[in-house]
């Protein structure tokens, strides 16, 4: 698996399928989750309704309608309530449920944004370590998925994900 980090905007990524950052009820939101689905239009709301939320940490798929990619798989992160809350081991799990389903729907490109450093206010410096392990530790054992793409939606996000690889590389 090769993961790449760049900056962009997540809607106009032409992945097999793009991760969208939501909430429990899948029902649309602010940041990410609110332009994916002014994008994909109603359709994609009309289907989210038919799943019956999602768990924080869990992750569930819809057709990516009106958006260039094929597929939306949606994860919900975390709140960052100060770290005593398993927001670690939560935030891992949306990186690898969404890799799971992924791979279920044979999507070969998977585009991420970072999850959970918006709204939800993880710190994004760990946030990042954490998604770049959970991402790369999933790749070594499923060589399915050749590319994740992580689409930083700003400089800041890019520069912590940017140092989180290279620390991650040099097995720091
Ligand atoms: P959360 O509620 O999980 O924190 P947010 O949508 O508030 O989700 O933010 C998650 C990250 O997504 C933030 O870094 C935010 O800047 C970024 N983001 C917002 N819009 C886009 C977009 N169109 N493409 C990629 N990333 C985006």
Redesign the pocket.
């Known amino acids: 698996m090769k993961l790449k980090i760049k900056l ?6 032409k992945a097999a399928a793009i991760v969208n ?3 429990n009820s899948l029902l649309g ?8 689905h002014r994008i994909a239009g109603p359709e994609l709301l009309a289907e989210c309704r038919s799943l019956g939320g999602c768990e924080t940490g869990k992750a569930k798929i819809t057709k990516g309608y009106n958006l260039p990619a094929d597929y939306v798989i949606h994860t ?2 975390p ?1 960052w309530q100060g770290g005593n809350h398993q927001e670690i081991e939560l935030l891992a799990s949306c990186y690898v449920n969404s890799l799971t389903l992924a791979e279920e729907y044979h999507c070969k490109q998977v585009a991420f ?10 710190p ?1 410096e760990k946030a990042a370590e954490i998604a770049v392990s959970a991402i790369l530790n999933y790749g070594e054992n499923h060589p399915e998925i050749q590319l994740v793409e992580m ?4 400089e800041t ?1 890019k520069k912590h994900f940017d140092q989180a690889l290279k620390k991650y590389l040099n097995g720091t």
């Open positions: 962009g905007d997540i809607t106009k990524v950052a939501a909430n939101g602010g940041g990410v989750d609110g332009t994916i919900v992160g709140v944004p970072s999850i959970s450093t918006g709204i939800y206010h993880f994004i689409i930083c939606f700003d996000t």
